[in-house]
């Protein structure tokens, strides 16, 4: 079966660095999405790896090994407004969207 | 209208009754999916569509209808709605094979 894995809550504090990971196995890979989900919201796309390596984005950054099966997805500066829930996605070989169930991530002053 | 707009964004139903939940978008794109929410176990796919007049099954089907009319209108309808049906409810839409969607602000349904 097609599974994605991610914790289900994270703590970190204002101005730190906090990094979510993500691991999964579906039938195929055309690409890891990640998404952010404030509270009461729709989910937004933040990031998107098809190859392996890093891709930043000012203070959001995400990696991808595919031999793993793995990314994370780093956040730098952590703000109060990034308490969210991020949630991580693969597109797979028939081009659907795997979801996790998605980080709660929850931002201390 | 911008982006992609869904209706009604809360509803309280009775069990067995017919509910239609609205979803227009105006960004031209091909495909628009139906997901469900729930707590802890994220975003189940209900029913897609790749391209207009076309639709498909996706992982939590039973219990639900869509249909694909035109680009812009993809509605989501419970024949006769159950109280596993109380989730919260949301439209997407992509241009192409890609997984970067586009999502309506959500329907919260409660079925009593």
């Known amino acids: 079966g097609q599974n994605i894995d991610q914790p289900t809550e994270m703590t970190a504090t204002e101005g730190a660095i906090v990094q979510i990971n993500c691991t999964y196995q579906t039938s195929g890979f055309n690409g890891l999405f990640w998404y952010q989900q404030h509270a009461g919201e729709a989910p937004t796309f933040l990031s998107y790896?098809?190859l392996d390596g890093l891709e930043e984005k000012g203070r959001f950054s995400s990696f991808l090994s595919r031999s793993k099966g793995y990314s994370y997805l780093l956040l730098k500066e952590l703000q109060m407004k990034d308490s969210a829930s991020y949630l991580c996605a693969v597109l797979d070989s028939n081009y659907q969207l795997i979801w996790g169930a998605g980080t709660k991530l929850i931002i201390k002053p | 209208i911008a982006g992609i707009t869904q209706a009604p964004t809360s509803q309280i139903l009775a069990a067995g009754r017919r509910m239609t939940l609205r979803c227009t978008q105006d960004m031209r794109h091909n495909a628009m999916y139906w997901y469900r929410q729930d707590l802890g176990l994220g975003l189940r796919l209900i029913h897609y569509s790749n391209t207009a007049g076309t639709t498909g099954k996706g992982e939590v089907p039973d219990g639900y209808s869509v249909s694909r009319a035109n680009t812009d209108d993809f509605p989501l309808t419970l024949a006769s709605a159950v109280p596993s049906q109380t989730s919260v409810y949301f439209c997407a839409s992509t241009q192409g094979n890609t997984g970067e969607l586009f999502f309506g602000e959500g329907s919260r349904l409660t079925v009593l």
């Open positions: 790896n098809v």
